[in-house]
């Protein structure tokens, strides 16, 4: 008998779910290319305070896929690498990847003198530009591969190459290009994850116009330690501790101007983030505005505790309008309290909006259902995972990544 030779598996988005999905099928004996737009591993998991379901730090999970990735000699991984062309069928497929300018190379130690001469200041984005990191920086702290990235935008290059200068392992290549090449692999997981909705489409709520309405999932950079408060939260205007804040439930979503359906882990998310407020500030006052409260399973226990919370107040009403103080910096919330029924006019010194998650599309062309997230079946060897084909939480998505893994193993068959 002869036996077939299997092609690698191609792994696109290295969240917590591409992650998964990679280190399942290498611990089977198969090869995995896994890539990753962004410089780092870890998506949208590795910028969070905690996470579902037991509230663990991102060290908790990710330090432990991270190792089994560099202990793995059939996980081959590509940062800063795109997939742009698509190409075959189910068990033969050619990939053209796109990878840009590796302008800090593989043997940097993080040492960390290049940015003590760097000159040049940029919006941090992984802190959602509330901080500026130099133009060339260490993603985060559990940045995967640990090495220096530099933004392309921002660097002046030979104009300055001071950063060149005092690299004492010659790691930086300032005239580094972009990169194509092809893959020729068996089956496709896309897990390419999610992004906020862009809450400056809600007129009323007025986000891009003041500086202390922010988004969920800017919160979490906000609380988390390493974040922008150092574990403290703080607010964006001055770097105050808020003691009056107000949560705006269904901020886009399940309205049919912004995003029809119900993004499933919101209301999960803000009844977390009042609680670990209150743990942090007993004395603060938190106002939740909600059209339904949707939360399943373990998650039901954030919603009893709230409920036992004197502190925090659920208010089913829709947010009708934000208007800014000027001298304060605070916000006047107006909306109705449908229980009560009346309309009530409240002062915060913070509100944050939780916006609904809108899928990420790769690059090439890809089955989509009408609420724009990827088909759950593509057929033919591709397979979409987790947030692309619809909300989850970290838990749900955890599990469809192992589960997108067997399938791709079988692919052949």
């Given at each position: 008998m002869v036996l077939l030779e299997n092609k690698p598996i191609l792994v696109i988005g290295a969240g917590i779910s591409g992650i998964t999905s990679?280190?399942?099928?290498?611990?089977?004996?198969?090869?995995?290319?896994?890539?990753?737009?962004?410089?780092?591993?870890?998506?949208?998991?590795?910028k969070m305070n905690?996470?579902?379901?037991?509230?663990?730090?991102?060290?908790?999970?990710?330090?432990?896929?991270?190792?089994?990735?560099?202990?793995?000699?059939?996980?081959t991984t590509y940062t800063a690498t795109e997939a742009i062309a698509l190409?075959?069928?189910?068990?033969?497929?050619?990939?053209?990847?796109r990878q840009a300018p590796q302008l800090v190379k593989n043997n940097c130690t993080a040492c960390g003198k290049c940015v003590d001469v760097c000159p040049v200041e940029r919006p941090d984005d992984f802190n959602y530009g509330f901080t500026n990191s130099k133009a060339i920086y260490l993603p985060h702290d559990m940045a995967f591969p640990m090495k220096y990235s530099i933004d392309d935008n921002y660097c002046t290059k030979s104009e300055c190459a001071k950063c060149v200068n005092v690299c004492e392992y010659n790691a930086i290549d300032l005239?580094?290009?972009?990169?194509?090449?092809?893959?020729?692999?068996?089956?496709?997981?896309?897990a390419t994850g999610w992004k906020n909705y862009d809450a400056g489409r809600i007129e009323n709520l007025n986000y891009n116009n003041f500086d202390n309405v922010i988004s969920n999932i800017e919160f979490e950079r906000l609380i988390a330690p390493g974040g922008v408060g150092e574990g403290q939260l703080v607010r964006p205007s001055d770097r105050k501790i808020p003691k009056e804040i107000v949560f705006?439930?269904?901020?886009?979503?399940?309205?049919?101007?912004?995003?029809?359906?119900?993004?499933?882990?919101?209301?999960?998310?803000?009844l977390k983030h009042a609680l670990t407020i209150q743990q942090k500030y007993p004395d603060s006052k938190i106002r939740i505005f909600y059209i339904d409260l949707r939360v399943t399973g373990r998650n039901e226990d954030f919603l009893n505790k709230v409920?036992?919370?004197?502190?925090?107040?659920?208010?089913?009403?829709?947010?009708?309008?934000?208007?800014?103080?000027?001298?304060?910096?605070?916000?006047v919330v107006e909306a109705e309290d449908i229980l009560a029924?009346?309309?009530?006019?409240?002062?915060?010194?913070?509100v944050v909006l939780a916006t609904g998650i809108v899928p990420n599309i790769p690059l090439f062309n890809t089955e989509r259902n009408e609420?724009?997230?990827?088909?759950?079946?593509?057929g033919n060897g591709i397979i979409s995972v987790a947030c692309c084909k619809k909300p989850m939480d970290v838990s749900s998505s955890v599990k469809d990544a192992t589960a997108a893994a067997l399938k791709a193993i079988q692919s052949k068959n």
């Open positions: 990679a280190v399942e099928i290498a611990e089977v004996g198969r090869e995995v290319i896994l890539i990753e737009k962004e410089p780092w591993l870890g998506g949208n998991v590795v905690n996470y579902f379901p037991k509230l663990c730090p991102p060290a908790c999970g990710l330090e432990i896929n991270f190792r089994r990735i560099r202990q793995n000699s059939r996980i190409s075959g069928s189910k068990g033969h497929f050619t990939v053209t990847l005239q580094a290009t972009e990169k194509q090449f092809n893959v020729e692999v068996e089956s496709v997981i896309v705006v439930q269904c901020a886009g979503s399940r309205d049919e101007n912004h995003l029809p359906y119900c993004s499933a882990v919101c209301c999960s998310a803000s409920q036992d919370n004197k502190n925090i107040e659920l208010i089913k009403g829709k947010v009708a309008k934000i208007e800014e103080v000027k001298e304060t910096k605070n916000l029924g009346k309309k009530v006019r409240m002062e915060a010194e913070l609420e724009g997230f990827l088909s759950a079946d593509q």
